[in-house]
């Protein structure tokens, strides 16, 4: 879609219309992946007898794959062919996710499902990031990453709770797998009547930017610019631990004799508090070290995911999800802008691209390990190790990412 280059000035209370949009549509698109958040252990177990961790991990695997991939090419295409364009792809791609999953006849139906969920993913939730960097430009760019991820995770939130409630009161299958119609077809509408292309906001940031061109911009992302390939470490291993969050805490839960409405009110506290609390770090990172908050965050999610597996009071249970929750709520925009900050606008949306390619290959990965360390050493070894994985995530990032200052 074309615009006057004229029209298409940067700033976020200049494009508070389309912004507010983008929000709403990322809420939707975390309302998706939500559905899967509480309920699915059980489902794996009741519709298809699965047993083995490692087997019902792997939906999460093939999610974070696809997802991962996606990623890549969304942020390789976006000038191409439009954010826009692929923001309508992907929620086209998401309508039969929630029909697979009521009539899946068996489980490789729901490893496919969860094949387009990821597909979606990679293109609408990369589009919406990308986006809202085009329309706020650097003065905002943490706040606006931090209100995208807001409406995306408090959204899993809410449908991991919504989802758990369901299934306490009609069962795992068919009527929570109803929410997701929903969202498919209403983020699909407002995407194609109400939401504009940002691609030409890219014209007058080119003449200001002070980041450097790349000359590979896969390499110098995943492992030559330290402070990019600092950055994108952290974020596979936030998602490895979130995959072993996402697939092994509902089962550490029913182990200790919780029913899906109370294991539903614990998984969904995680994601709900990394979702309100993006609203205040993502501001924050437009002012404060960018690096330091990266290394805390990183910290404060390792020891709850350590804390886990040796308490089972409700209470203690729901504080441990609150403090992953803020950890994961003062790295994840972080993530973002960072990556955005260090590199040139045109180079922007493929950087963001290859960080979320890794970043998300962190489902997969961590689906493996844990599924496999979960089925020979037990869950505790499971959380135990990740937390591990996490706590030396941090130490990268303090002895390889440049020291910063703050934005503003």
Same mark, same amino acid.
């Given at each position: 879609?074309?615009? &006057?280059?004229?029209?298409?000035?940067?700033?976020?209370?200049?494009?508070?219309?389309?912004?507010?949009?983008?929000?709403?549509?990322?809420?939707? =698109?975390?309302?998706?992946?939500?559905?899967?958040?509480?309920?699915?252990?059980?489902?794996?177990?009741?519709?298809? +007898?699965?047993?083995? &961790?490692?087997?019902?991990?792997?939906?999460?695997?093939?999610?974070?794959?696809?997802?991962?991939?996606?990623?890549?090419?969304?942020?390789?295409?976006?000038?191409?062919?439009?954010?826009?364009?692929?923001?309508?792809?992907?929620?086209?791609?998401?309508?039969?996710?929630?029909?697979?999953?009521?009539?899946?006849?068996?489980?490789?139906?729901?490893?496919?499902?969860?094949?387009?969920?990821?597909?979606?993913?990679?293109?609408?939730?990369?589009?919406?990031?990308? %986006?809202?960097?085009?329309?706020?430009?650097?003065?905002?760019?943490?706040?606006?990453?931090?209100?995208?991820?807001?409406?995306?995770?408090?959204?899993?939130?809410?449908?991991?709770?919504?989802?758990?409630?369901?299934?306490?009161?009609?069962?795992?299958?068919?009527?929570?797998?109803?929410?997701?119609?929903?969202?498919?077809?209403?983020?699909?509408?407002?995407?194609?009547?109400?939401?504009?292309?940002?691609?030409?906001? *890219?014209?007058?940031?080119?003449?200001?930017?002070?980041?450097? %061109? %790349?000359?590979?911009?896969? /390499?110098?992302?995943?492992?030559?610019?330290?402070?990019?390939?600092? !950055?994108?470490?952290?974020?596979?291993?936030?998602?490895?631990?979130?995959?072993?969050?996402?697939?092994?805490?509902?089962?550490?839960?029913?182990?200790?004799?919780?029913?899906?409405?109370?294991?539903?009110?614990?998984?969904?506290?995680?994601? =709900?508090?990394?979702?309100?609390?993006? !609203?205040?770090?993502?501001?924050?990172?437009?002012?404060?070290?960018?690096?330091?908050?990266? !290394?805390?965050?990183?910290?404060?999610?390792?020891?709850?995911?350590?804390?886990?597996?040796?308490?089972?009071?409700? +209470?203690?249970?729901?504080?441990?999800?609150?403090?992953?929750?803020?950890?994961?709520?003062?790295?994840?925009?972080?993530? *973002?802008?960072?990556?955005?900050? /260090?590199? &040139?606008?045109?180079?922007?949306?493929?950087?963001?691209?290859?960080?979320?390619?890794?970043?998300?290959?962190?489902?997969?990965?961590?689906?493996?390990?844990?599924?496999?360390?979960?089925?020979?050493?037990?869950?505790? /070894?499971?959380?135990?190790?990740?937390?591990?994985?996490?706590?030396?995530?941090?130490?990268?990032?303090?002895?390889?990412?440049?020291?910063?200052?703050?934005?503003?």
């Amino acid at each position: 879609m074309q615009m &006057h280059v004229a029209t298409a000035i940067q700033g976020l209370s200049r494009n508070k219309g389309q912004f507010a949009l983008l929000v709403l549509v990322n809420a939707f =698109v975390g309302g998706m992946v939500g559905l899967e958040r509480t309920i699915f252990p059980e489902y794996a177990s009741q519709q298809f +007898g699965l047993t083995s &961790h490692s087997a019902m991990l792997s939906f999460i695997m093939a999610f974070g794959m696809s997802k991962a991939i996606s990623n890549y090419y969304t942020g390789r295409l976006a000038n191409r062919f439009g954010r826009r364009n692929l923001l309508i792809v992907g929620w086209i791609l998401s309508l039969p996710v929630p029909l697979l999953l009521i009539y899946a006849p068996g489980w490789n139906w729901v490893v496919f499902a969860n094949i387009l969920l990821g597909i979606h993913q990679g293109l609408t939730w990369s589009s919406t990031v990308v %986006m809202k960097i085009d329309l706020v430009g650097e003065k905002n760019r943490g706040l606006a990453m931090g209100l995208n991820e807001f409406a995306g995770y408090l959204a899993v939130g809410v449908a991991a709770y919504l989802t758990g409630y369901i299934a306490t009161v009609y069962g795992v299958t068919p009527y929570p797998f109803y929410l997701g119609i929903f969202i498919a077809v209403t983020g699909l509408a407002i995407t194609v009547f109400f939401v504009k292309d940002t691609t030409t906001y *890219l014209v007058s940031e080119q003449k200001d930017s002070l980041a450097a %061109m %790349m000359g590979n911009v896969f /390499a110098e992302t995943t492992f030559r610019n330290k402070a990019l390939s600092a !950055v994108t470490q952290a974020g596979l291993v936030n998602n490895l631990n979130d995959g072993m969050v996402w697939g092994l805490l509902p089962v550490l839960l029913m182990t200790y004799g919780y029913d899906q409405l109370h294991i539903g009110q614990v998984t969904a506290t995680y994601p =709900v508090i990394w979702g309100l609390g993006q !609203v205040f770090t993502g501001k924050m990172s437009d002012h404060v070290s960018k690096k330091k908050m990266l !290394v805390t965050g990183m910290l404060l999610q390792a020891g709850a995911i350590l804390l886990y597996p040796f308490f089972q009071g409700f +209470g203690v249970l729901v504080a441990l999800s609150v403090l992953l929750g803020a950890g994961t709520a003062i790295v994840y925009p972080v993530f *973002l802008s960072a990556i955005a900050e /260090a590199s &040139h606008p045109v180079q922007r949306a493929e950087s963001l691209g290859t960080f979320r390619l890794w970043r998300d290959l962190g489902y997969a990965i961590g689906a493996v390990i844990s599924g496999l360390v979960s089925d020979f050493f037990g869950l505790s /070894a499971a959380f135990v190790l990740t937390a591990v994985f996490t706590a030396l995530s941090s130490l990268i990032l303090q002895m390889r990412m440049p020291t910063d200052q703050a934005s503003h």
